[in-house]
């Protein structure tokens, strides 16, 4: 998968090869920051809805 990494950041292959594995290594980082970013921001919303429905589930058993 640091393949993908290195081709996206020297898709030419011009850079120094250690050059390249350090902003591979960077590109790979930022991109499972991105990945668990959007996974909290999912689990809130399901969150959010799902104590919504609870208080309307509530609100009719009274």
Known sequence: ML???EHQV???NK???EERARRAE???KAHFKRLALKSA???RR???VNSRLAEID???AA
Do not use: N
Request: proline share 14%; charged share 40%.
């Open 3 to 5: 393949d993908k990494f």
């Open 10 to 12: 020297d898709p030419e």
């Open 15 to 17: 850079l120094p090869p």
């Open 26 to 28: 960077h590109a790979r």
């Open 41 to 43: 921001q999912a689990r």
């Open 46 to 48: 399901r969150s959010v």
């Open 58 to 60: 509530g609100g009719d």
